[in-house]
């Protein structure tokens, strides 16, 4: 049963179409953009209205997310992206997510586009890994990992706003500290100020205790009717606020480079949720380093930009401290299962009584959880809450 | 001039060929929108401000200033490890766009700022060919 009747609130308003058959010499992605130039004239809009963004894969090579590097072709910034993946299914499915995005007000305007080079794709060079789509104007020059590409925009933080390797500790201690009080948790010990700083580099200036473990492990979680999941067993945990904003999906193209998608995500996020980020018990940070940890809570709005490294210090983030940051050791202690366990811990905290007694957040009500993909390229937000509406 | 940092792996695809071939003959352009006038890098068909197809090849001034970089002190391909530690910079070109690269032939690393002028050096490294910038003279 619906919660409300979608049918007939959506439409579709431009198109476009390539030339078809054999189009030696052309990328995929050069038929994508061409698509999508065309769509946008027959609807005549401007292509900065576009703030959805709907694709699938191309069929070889792999993306980490292929909506977000077309958005960056054409310089959108997207509130809504995702790439679907159903065959044939896909653009049918497309229309239909599109109506869903529009409809939770995520979006307004959602582009939903797939091109295929399959008749000349043997004379194109296929990449075996997922990429973010600006390696091959990185790896000439041996700029790979992840570790090096948070590392430049450390060093621009650094530079623009004095923050410091000292200050960064502090993030990588209390994450630690999280983890320590956590059964399942892969790095226990915890760790001093003075231990992050004699942990060895990695790429300047990130040391290894400002970056994420590699891991093993997955998680999952179950959405459904709020009616429904007050019939089961467990007490619910209201999904009350959602956003994303997607930046670009190159270094190259960030300006500024202090920052990503979270300003615009949360933003949005806080507002459908009818809350502020001070309102929150908590926050699960996607923390691949500690860098991303402090921008995120630059951007969310826990202090003005370039203050992160004065904020997290003193047990701020810590459990007892203003707002605890990853009760669970996050990526950098417990382990890098994507985020997924950052969502799973959101909602032990919410139920109360799921984790050790030393990890509870007392009374907790509020939690926001952040997503991060690439470095700083896209971000989603979600505000959740133990509160019947 | 050839320095000892080994060119990783290059990749080309339709839409790159024409500036890796420049890049080959010593001459790095950018393309130039025909129609807003916008440089663009990384090289693309279609002007992401626009959506134009059409442009022109620029080369470019040869100057440029280290934007951000990072200093490798870990090998992330074993064939790396004598390389270390080395450098990749961001550098913002008057042009208006910022591209990745790597610094070479300077002195020590600690000496390697944001805001310092670099200029561009061509490096054919076996039968690779590749551009890097270096401290400006």
């Known amino acids: 049963m619906a919660d409300f009747d979608i049918s007939g609130k959506y439409a579709i308003a431009g198109i476009g179409e390539t030339d078809v058959g ?65 065959g044939g299914a896909t653009p049918v499915a497309m229309a239909q997510v599109a109506a869903m995005a529009v409809a939770s007000g995520m979006c307004e305007t959602v582009m939903c586009v797939h091109g295929r080079n399959s008749a000349t794709e043997r004379d194109e060079p296929a990449r075996a890994k997922i990429r973010n789509g600006s390696e091959d104007f990185e790896l000439p020059f041996n700029l790979l990992s992840a570790p090096a ?126 809350c502020a980020p001070q309102d929150m018990d908590f926050a699960q940070i996607y923390d691949c380093f500690t860098m991303t940890t402090l921008i995120t809570l630059e951007d969310y709005g826990y202090c003005e930009k370039g203050e992160g490294g004065a904020w997290v210090q003193d047990g701020r983030i810590e459990l007892g401290g203003e707002l605890p940051v990853n009760t669970h050791g996050g990526l950098l202690s417990q382990a890098h299962i994507e985020g997924m366990l950052h969502v799973t811990e959101a909602v032990k905290q919410l139920r109360g009584g799921q984790v050790e007694p030393e990890r509870q957040v007392p009374d907790a009500e509020l939690g926001v959880v952040s997503g991060h993909g690439g470095s700083f390229h896209t971000h989603a937000t979600l505000v959740l809450s133990n509160r019947e509406a | ?114 805001g310092m002028p670099v200029e561009l050096t061509y490096d054919e490294v076996g039968e690779e060919m590749v551009f890097r910038f270096e401290p400006a003279s």
């Open chain 1, 22 to 86: 054999k189009l030696p010499g052309r990328t995929v992605h050069a038929l994508h953009v061409e698509a999508m130039a065309k769509a946008i004239d027959d609807a005549g809009i401007d292509k900065t209205e576009i703030d959805g963004i709907l694709t699938n894969q191309p069929t070889n090579d792999m993306f980490r997310s292929y909506a977000n590097y077309l958005a960056s072709l054409i310089h959108v910034q997207p509130t809504f992206a995702t790439d679907l993946s159903l």
């Open chain 1, 149 to 274: 590409r948070h590392a430049a925009v450390a060093r621009r933080h650094m530079h623009e706003f004095g923050t410091t390797s000292e200050q960064l500790a502090a993030i990588a201690v209390g994450a630690r500290r999280h983890a320590s009080m956590n059964t399942n948790a892969t790095m226990r010990k915890p760790i001093t100020i003075e231990d992050h700083q004699n942990s060895r580099w990695i790429v300047k200036p990130l040391h290894l205790l400002d970056c994420c473990l590699v891991s093993d492990g997955g998680g999952a979680f179950i959405v459904t009717s709020a009616a429904k999941a007050k019939s089961l067993k467990q007490r619910p945990v209201y999904i009350t606020g959602m956003g994303q904003h997607h930046y670009r999906n190159s270094l190259m193209e960030h300006d500024p480079l202090t920052t990503g998608g979270g300003a615009v995500s949360s933003r949005r996020a806080f507002a459908m949720a009818g």
């Open chain 2, 1 to 114: 001039m050839s320095s000892t940092l080994p060119v990783g792996k290059i990749i080309i695809d339709s839409d790159a060929i024409e500036f890796w071939e420049k890049v080959r003959g010593k001459n790095l352009s950018l393309q130039k929108c025909s129609d807003c006038e916008q440089f663009r890098y990384p090289p693309r068909p279609y002007c992401a401000e626009c959506l134009s197809d059409s442009y022109e090849w620029v080369p470019v001034s040869g100057k440029g200033t280290v934007y951000t970089f990072v200093v490798y002190e870990h090998a992330f391909k074993p064939e790396l490890k004598e390389a270390l530690p080395y450098v990749a910079v961001l550098v913002e070109l008057p042009e208006g766009v910022r591209v990745w690269s790597n610094l070479i032939n300077f002195g020590d690393h600690e000496s390697v700022r944001i």
